[in-house]
């Protein structure tokens, strides 16, 4: 198993920044990779963006890209999504993923709640 909390979500006006973080415990040597996707209203969840944990090589979705940017603390396991020049559409319910090697199911932390007001 894997646990994951989240922190840094928020309201935050069109234009602004916000720090999403995301801190692993557990089976956290079998993680494979590790990031970001959210659920926009009335949408299906989309990955936003993802870290492979050894390597540290990123991949991000085409509606992010140049705006935000993942990053990580490795010894401490914990994932970071800085978000720059956000948009009303940008508003979602951000999820933290893990992937493990092998063929374990994802795991995904609680969710946090980022607002963009126009």
């Known amino acids: 198993q894997v646990q994951l909390v989240e922190s840094g979500g928020g309201l935050v006006q069109a234009g602004g920044s916000l720090r999403l973080s995301c801190a692993a415990s557990g089976r956290t040597l079998s993680m494979y990779a590790m990031g970001w996707y959210r659920q926009r209203p009335g949408k299906w969840r989309e990955s936003v963006a993802m870290?492979?944990?050894?390597?540290?090589?990123?991949t991000y979705s085409d509606s992010v890209k140049d705006r935000f940017s993942i990053s990580r603390d490795k010894a401490n396991n914990t994932v970071f999504l800085q978000m720059d020049r956000l948009k009303p559409e940008d508003t979602a319910v951000y999820y933290c993923n893990v992937k493990l090697l092998g063929y374990d199911p994802d795991f995904w932390g609680q969710g946090t709640q980022v607002t963009v007001s126009s």
């Open positions: 870290m492979k944990w050894s390597e540290g090589s990123s």
